[in-house]
């Protein structure tokens, strides 16, 4: 880890569980992932020092912000962060560059005002400096609180759901204009949020929360394709989740072989787990392939299933299909397919299709203790 | 027309502004943030003077500042003065009667402010001060105008804990609802009469203002982002 990165040990059992460990190097962007509840904002707030965590530290740089052990616990004002909240917290009586220049106390009275203007400039807001909050839409407040946040030189940038409270139009700008501002800044940013394609396509790392622990960290794919066992899976929103029995390691084939309802899956090798144990398994809808209605294949012989279409959700050019296995209506996996193919292949509801699960979209995990 | 009353009436006025204000800013924050054992207790107290009769709050007024009691003999050893049937006395009895007018639409306007707004300000570097005084104050403005306006009109207006505790010493505790109570005595219909109409104006002025002001501040709650 550099230097000037952030790292940071909390712990306590009430009246919020913490058990966290993270760091993040300057100029990375860390994405704290989870369902509501499970202590990611408390995490920024406490790195913010607006929350005091029972025990643990945290460190910034050269500084130690908090250390409950030796005493230690830098206020709020003194810790020089750039905190983008939720719904931008602008103070409503103010305009846009007194917003900003409010954050710039650390200047001189004269240096303030030019360095304000160049602030909003560079968020794109040239000509509405003396707009009051209330007259700016959603994303211009957005990136006021982004300037102001920006406006302490801070040591390390927190934002927190930052884009939630916009159009998904203007969340997409908003999000490329901050990998855009991210080159410009080298120091640690921490993001908080719900959405994981926001925090697979702008994180470096992901953090997977629940119940105030890190369940899994790492690269977003990494994380995405890996998830560590079915609770990491479902929270990053994996639907084809399904346990089974180990059959057999073959080395020398590259392959595993599992039991599941009844039949055998081949997957791609991983001993982790022995002979005989039982594990869970995940695949993502993008690795199962639909057969051909019309005419049969050679890629069916890789491990084939069949099952009736029960229900088709629509996600841009693709369609994900609920396919119902064997007639037994608590056995469901998805899978997509693009509109065009589905359409050639007069897919529709209540339709038998066959389907192959290809081994290497196939991932296995320990059972969750 | 009493001027002499009516100039009492304001100079009492504006004092028990001067001195509710601070003391209603600091208690009404700390009522509309924190939690405390006690608070509804604390709550209530305040609010007793909206619902006690003015004679009742006036006799336990007197009884604490009379010239046997504790309060009453510390402050006539400290300034040689007494607190009932004087000037300071009907300053302090008016501050009493006034605090949930001036607490209560400071309560309210802080309670407005969001933590996150205030949090943003200790982002930003303000220090607790700084806030209170650029952000928190700036926001809750028409509580204070409020607080005041009502606080002035109805000190104007007080009768029952003047009389009680101030009784009506010329140029000293004779108020200008004193001074209507006693030209009716009189029966100078004339002057009580021109004195109630200027009472009655700047009250409904008062109340008025307290009203728009209301008006204002919702809006800005509703339209802030």
Not at chain 1, 44 to 59: D, E, K, N, T
Not at chain 1, 64 to 88: A, K, M, P
Not at chain 1, 254 to 276: F, M, T
Request: charged letters at 20%; one cysteine or more; hydrophobic letters at 45%.
């Amino acid at each position: 880890m550099s230097k000037a990165g952030l790292k940071l040990k909390l712990r306590q059992r009430q009246p919020i569980p913490l058990d966290v460990e993270i760091d993040c190097d300057s100029g990375e962007l860390l994405a704290l992932v989870g369902p509501s509840g499970s202590g990611k904002t408390t995490i920024l707030r406490s790195i913010a020092g607006l929350y005091q965590p029972h025990s643990g530290f945290i460190r910034c740089g050269e500084e130690t912000w908090l250390e409950r052990e030796r005493g230690i616990n830098v206020s709020t004002q003194d810790r020089r962060i750039g905190f983008v909240f939720q719904d931008y917290a602008l103070f409503p009586h103010l305009s846009a560059l007194q917003n900003i220049t409010t954050a710039l106390s650390h200047l001189d009275v004269a240096a303030r005002d030019a360095r304000g203007r160049e602030l909003l400039e560079q968020v794109n807001l040239k000509g509405l400096e003396q707009r009051l909050p209330v007259h700016l839409s959603g994303g211009q407040r957005q990136r006021v609180a982004l300037a102001r946040a920006l406006a302490r030189e801070p040591k390390i940038l927190l934002l927190d759901e930052p884009f939630s409270a916009v159009d998904q139009i203007t969340r997409r700008k908003l999000q490329q204009e901050l990998v855009v501002l991210r080159r410009s800044i080298d120091i640690p940013i921490v993001l908080v949020t719900h959405d994981l394609f926001e925090a697979a396509s702008l994180a470096d790392r992901l953090y997977v929360m629940h119940r105030g622990k890190t369940l899994q960290n790492g690269a977003p794919d990494e994380v995405l394709q890996y998830p560590r066992n079915a609770l990491v899976a479902r929270l990053v929103g994996h639907t084809n989740i399904f346990s089974a029995t180990i059959d057999a390691h073959d080395s020398r084939a590259g392959i595993s072989r599992i039991l599941w309802r009844g039949a055998a899956l081949e997957v791609k090798l991983d001993q982790r787990q022995a002979p005989g144990s039982a594990v869970d398994w995940v695949i993502h809808p993008a690795h199962i392939v639909m057969h051909r209605r019309d005419r049969p294949s050679l890629g069916e012989r890789e491990n084939p299933l069949r099952g009736v279409v029960r229900e088709f959700l629509k996600q841009g050019e693709s369609l994900v299909v609920n396919l119902e296995l064997d007639g037994d209506d608590a056995a469901f996996i998805s899978f997509s397919i693009n509109r065009h193919s589905a359409r050639r292949n007069n897919l529709e509801i209540g339709a038998e299709v066959g389907v192959s699960l290809l081994a290497d979209g196939i991932h296995l995990m320990a059972p969750e203790r | 027309m009493d001027t002499t009353a009516l100039a009492l009436s304001l100079k009492l006025a504006f004092w028990t502004c001067i001195i509710l204000l601070p003391l209603a800013v600091f208690v009404g924050r700390l009522l509309a943030w924190r939690d405390f054992t006690g608070k509804a207790l604390v709550e209530a107290a305040i609010a007793l003077p909206l619902v006690l009769p003015p004679t009742v709050l006036g006799f336990y007024l007197l009884l604490g500042m009379g010239a046997t009691s504790t309060l009453g003999q510390y402050y006539h050893a400290l300034t040689g003065r007494h607190l009932v049937f004087s000037f300071d006395g009907l300053l302090l009895a008016s501050v009493i009667f006034n605090l949930p007018f001036a607490i209560q639409p400071l309560q309210r306007a802080f309670e407005a402010i969001p933590l996150q707004t205030r949090e943003a300000a200790w982002c930003c570097g303000l220090s607790p001060a700084q806030t209170l005084w650029r952000i928190e104050l700036p926001l809750a403005w028409s509580g204070a105008v409020s607080a005041l306006a009502l606080t002035f009109a109805h000190t104007l207006g007080e009768f029952g804990v003047v009389l009680m505790v101030g009784g009506n010493i010329e140029a000293e505790t004779k108020t200008i609802a004193i001074s209507i109570y006693d030209r009716v005595q009189a029966l100078d219909n004339h002057s009580a009469g021109l004195m109630s109409a200027v009472l009655l104006l700047f009250s409904l002025l008062s109340i008025g203002l307290v009203y728009r002001l209301s008006q204002r501040a919702r809006k800005h709650v509703q339209s802030r982002p």
